[in-house]
């Protein structure tokens, strides 16, 4: 096992679109953590962040080279948790449905709905493994919710509480019929990274939420008549720069 396995880690973080490393962390290792699960997205980085021991893991790897349907969440999450991790934040670039969710707003949402396919979704799944049927009617651990809000709050930046996100399979975007199911489905987000990340953190017992940082309205929604990658690109990088704030807040908690 890693030689630093008994320092605690105060948070762990899962960089999605636009985030691939983190600002700000100071005496950064690497570490290269063989799982059962096979490789994680790449190496996790270990540092110092607002006094706070923190790992930070690219989704998608550095260079964002894995799609969303070929991430490896059960070697990521492991990851974490091998390296002691205990609360871990996921932000997720998505799309918005709901018309107080658009470009650059900030959500920590409260439930989802998985229309992902083919991923595999479980620790269980592997030969000899227990059958475990976990309470995954809270998605997110509601008292890291609250203390994401609250570092928003201190930070000095809007966040929405509450939302629907729609996982999806991706990597394409989705279509206005699609979109508008998932509407009527109560969805509030849409975005391709939410699961099994958010169930895996479940079994393992972590403490999971997500900061999704929409970053241009989903087919159909708002005025846009067409979505263009360059605008959502921009989008999300103004919604990524409120992160760090945020994580330094959190972490004074």
Not at 91 to 108: E, F, H, L, Q
Not at 224 to 243: G, R, W
């Amino acid at each position: 096992m890693p030689h630093h396995e008994t320092t605690p880690l105060d948070l762990a973080v899962i960089g999605g679109s636009g985030l691939y490393n983190f600002p700000g962390l100071e005496n950064a290792e690497r570490h290269t953590v063989d799982t059962p699960y096979g490789p994680a997205s790449g190496d996790i980085v270990v540092g110092d962040f607002a006094g706070k021991r923190i790992a930070f893991l690219a989704r998608h790897g550095e260079s964002h080279t894995l799609p969303p349907h070929r991430v490896n969440y059960r070697a990521n999450v492991w990851a974490l948790h091998s390296l002691g991790a205990r609360r871990v934040v996921g932000v997720n670039a998505v799309g918005g449905i709901r018309d107080d969710m658009g470009p650059r707003v900030i959500v920590v949402p409260d439930q989802l709905i998985d229309y992902t396919h083919g991923r595999l979704t479980s620790y269980c799944d592997v030969e000899g493994a227990e059958v475990k049927h976990i309470d995954f009617s809270e998605p997110y651990a509601e008292s890291l919710r609250r203390q994401l809000l609250d570092a928003a709050r201190a930070a000095g930046v809007a966040a929405i509480d509450g939302g629907c996100y729609g996982a999806t399979q991706g990597p394409r975007l989705e279509t206005r019929a699609e979109i508008a199911r998932m509407k009527r489905d109560g969805c509030d987000l849409v975005g391709m990274t939410g699961m099994p990340e958010a169930v895996l953190a479940r079994e393992l017992e972590l403490d999971y939420a997500c900061l999704a940082l929409v970053a241009n309205f989903a087919a159909g929604c708002g005025d846009e008549a067409e979505i263009s990658i360059e605008e959502i690109f921009a989008h999300l990088a103004a919604a990524t720069a409120d992160v760090p704030r945020i994580l330094a807040e959190l972490l004074r908690v």
